[in-house]
């Protein structure tokens, strides 16, 4: 080919280290851009290899954080609504500006407590709901709603009871036992601990170690298993009691474990004794072959890993759920020891401890201090004079992910003001008085608090790969702006001391 015809070499593409921000994992990345300047674009990811968490391991959805970054939907500009319902364009300035006046005056005349947070940061960008909850938290507000009282809270209100404190939390260590059993869950696609598809087939491999999954369908995970319990849906709770009470006939409880560590054994033996093994087996649809397998497999077990997930703490009797899985790896003694479960380290927590708390204008239960998304429209819609009169939703679509959507649509026209601070225009911001577009994870500095990992655990804070994209602006220069609009920051010269102490060597 003549050289005068040739396109021109492409530039080679810049790696900037960071993480995946599609899960709570968050697994090491290397994020390969191309372009410059404001024309930088994602183009490639791979496994960062460096990382002393994830050491390499990319999954599937890894490879979508370039059009999530780059996406059609992108947010550039504050948005205000008009009074047909639209939403215009406006600037920074001016929404900063006319929230600090809306908001003012509402904290004034109601308090702080009649403004709650929906949300506050997601997978990948915890950073930007430290400045949210900090901001909220200085006019008076203390009710959050977010994936987490969605999701977990029952889990939470039981580690509280069973461990002393709602904010007690178990880690599994799934790279050391030599039984993993999974409820509610499908790893082999949508991961949920560290190096899921390496540990899975590692399982496989090792003659050793064994993989139970007990599921109504048969996922990926329950092709590669020792055992599929293919259980009527909705019947867990059967099926783990009828276990349990199996697992006490046989003896095979860890008494010694048990009366050094636990109090109300014999409570919780006397419900088992009236277990009725043979009538729960049929109400799971479990055959007796299947369940005198899944027994003494868990007998045989040296250090047992029981894996749950969302299955079934979203189902029929999801608290309930809870509590017999935990029972499950305590009264067999696989806590606290390698190879199966324990209480593991924070740097930060993600919830707090609020045993016997109530919401003052709904009187729901307090969770970790979270409220849970199904009170939402109460909350708003009470005739308490307490009722929350403005929401504030950072990276949180509760009109896409809230129980009851027309409810929720009808409460949140009955607001005062709500705020959006998003990456994208989403069904909430549609509804929204004011949407205020924040710069992407990989635009910012960024780090996560999903540090759950046992035994050992890891915290990473990650530099921007990108400039931030025009127009939009990180949450801790929109949090800043609002606070300094409602007067809420100290004078210009206290900053400045601050500064110059901050920047001497």
């Known amino acids: 080919m003549d050289a005068n015809s040739s396109s021109p070499p492409s530039a080679p593409l810049a790696w900037h280290k960071s993480a995946c921000n599609l899960c709570y994992i968050n697994c090491g990345v290397e994020l390969g851009v191309s372009g410059s300047g404001a024309h930088q674009r994602i183009v490639k990811v791979r496994g960062d290899g460096d990382n002393p968490r994830s050491q390499g391991y990319l999954c599937n959805k890894a490879q979508a954080i370039p059009s999530y970054v780059h996406h059609r939907d992108r947010l550039t500009t504050p948005l205000r609504r008009r009074p047909d319902g639209s939403h215009e364009p406006t600037s920074w ?3 900063v500006r006319e929230i600090a006046e809306r908001l003012g005056p509402i904290v004034a005349h109601h308090g702080g407590k009649t403004i709650a947070a929906v949300g506050g940061g997601g997978q990948g960008n915890h950073a930007g709901g430290s400045y949210a909850f900090g901001f909220l938290r200085a006019l008076g ?4 709603f977010n994936a987490l009282s969605q999701e977990k809270t029952g889990d939470f209100w039981l580690n509280g009871h069973l461990f002393g404190s709602q904010m007690c939390h178990t880690g599994e260590d799934i790279h050391h036992c030599d039984l993993l059993l999974v409820l509610g869950a499908n790893p082999k696609l949508a991961h949920g601990f560290t190096n899921a598809r390496d540990q899975l087939n590692g399982l496989r ?36 009691g009828a276990l349990l009470a199996e697992l006490m006939r046989r003896n095979d409880f860890d008494e010694a474990f048990l009366t050094a560590h636990a109090v109300g054994v014999d409570e919780v033996k006397a419900v088992l004794a009236a277990v009725p093994v043979a009538e729960w087996l049929a109400a799971a649809d479990v055959g007796a072959d299947a369940f005198a397998q899944l027994v003494q497999m868990v007998i045989d077990a040296k250090a047992m890993v029981v894996r749950v997930e969302l299955g079934i703490q979203q189902g029929l009797n999801s608290t309930l759920n809870s509590y017999l899985e935990k029972l499950l790896y305590l009264m067999t003694g696989h806590f606290s020891r390698p190879g ?4 593991h380290s924070w740097l930060a927590p993600l919830w707090g401890n609020s045993p016997g708390a109530r919401h003052f204008a ?5 969770i970790s201090g979270l409220l849970s998304p199904n009170v939402l429209p109460d909350a708003i819609l009470s005739d308490h004079p307490d009722r929350l009169r403005v929401l504030w939703v950072d990276s949180a679509n509760p ?20 705020v959006v601070v998003d990456v994208a225009y989403t069904e909430t911001a549609a509804l929204a008085d004011y949407v205020l577009p924040a710069s992407s994870t990989f635009e910012k500095c960024e780090f996560t608090l999903f540090n759950f990992e046992l035994p050992t655990n890891y915290f990473h804070v990650r530099a921007p790969v990108l400039p931030p994209l025009p127009g ?32 001497d060597p």
């Open 472 to 503: 939009t602006l990180p949450e801790p220069e929109i949090y800043g702006r609002l606070a300094r609009a409602m007067g809420l920051m100290p004078d210009d010269a206290l900053l400045d001391s601050l500064r110059a102490a901050a920047a």
């Open 141 to 144: 507000s203390r009710t959050i």
């Open 362 to 366: 709904t009187q729901a239960e307090v």
């Open 93 to 95: 300035d001016t929404a």
């Open 399 to 418: 009109v896409n992910t809230a129980a009851d959507t027309a409810r929720v649509v009808q409460a949140m026209a009955a607001l005062d003001l709500m």
């Open 205 to 240: 491999k090792d003659p050793g170690r064994k993989l139970i999954v007990v599921d109504p369908r048969r996922t990926e995970t329950a092709e590669n298993a020792d055992l599929h319990i293919a259980l009527r849906p909705g019947t867990d709770a059967f099926l783990l």
């Open 340 to 343: 199966t479960h324990g209480l």
